[in-house]
């Protein structure tokens, strides 16, 4: 027989995991100037306490944030169903534009200021973007053998993220979605 989790640590899990869920949510919508534990405790709907009980310090919290962020659009992207080309830049694009990516950004920028928190995001979003370019192109079927193949799926991210970064200020799908079409187009002739 396996083992079975006892109802405490099932809570414990599940309170950890809506405290990193609203962590992000407040950063994404709140910043980080306006995402305090307290804040987060009342977002997950549980107390600064226990908020402090899974994590002892702010840094600690948007740190396990980060961790989450970095574990979801890992995640989202290793779900991608494999399609054509056009499909998978698209979605490398929209991982860019939602919710995750504000939050990351947010802590990215917060990073720039804190020097607790910098080694911890910088570490962090060096292996993320590792893995998002493994992910990429593994999806892409791209062979990094070939001179250049590399540098155009560092240059399509790259790409990816610009358009995230413009979405935040305004509705940029029209945009977007040409140079979506473009990409593609310029992929598929250096990719063969």
Not at 25 to 42: D, Q
Not at 127 to 138: L, S
Request: net charge neutral; aromatic share 4%; hydrophobic share 45%.
């Amino acid at each position: 027989m396996g083992a079975v989790t006892p109802p405490k640590q099932d809570r414990s899990r599940a309170t950890r995991q809506r405290l990193l869920a609203s962590a992000v949510a407040c950063l994404a919508e709140r910043g980080w100037a306006g995402s305090t534990v307290s804040v987060v405790a009342e977002h997950a709907g549980v107390s600064r306490g226990a908020a402090q009980h899974h994590f002892p310090t702010r840094e600690d919290l948007f740190t396990g944030a980060v961790e989450y962020v970095a574990e979801e659009r890992s995640a989202a992207l290793r779900a991608l169903p494999v399609q054509g080309r056009a499909e998978v830049v698209a979605a490398l694009v929209d991982l860019y534009t939602g919710p995750l990516f504000r939050a990351a950004l947010q802590l990215w920028v917060a990073a720039s200021n804190e020097a607790q928190l910098r080694p911890r995001v910088t570490e962090l979003e060096a292996r993320v973007g590792r893995e998002t370019h493994r992910i990429a192109v593994e999806l892409l079927g791209a062979d990094e053998t070939r001179p250049g193949v590399r540098e155009t799926v560092q240059g399509l991210l790259d790409m990816a993220r610009g358009l995230g970064l413009a979405n935040l200020l305004t509705d940029d799908t029209a945009r977007r979605s040409r140079v979506v079409t473009q990409w593609t187009a310029l992929l598929n002739e250096t990719l063969p």
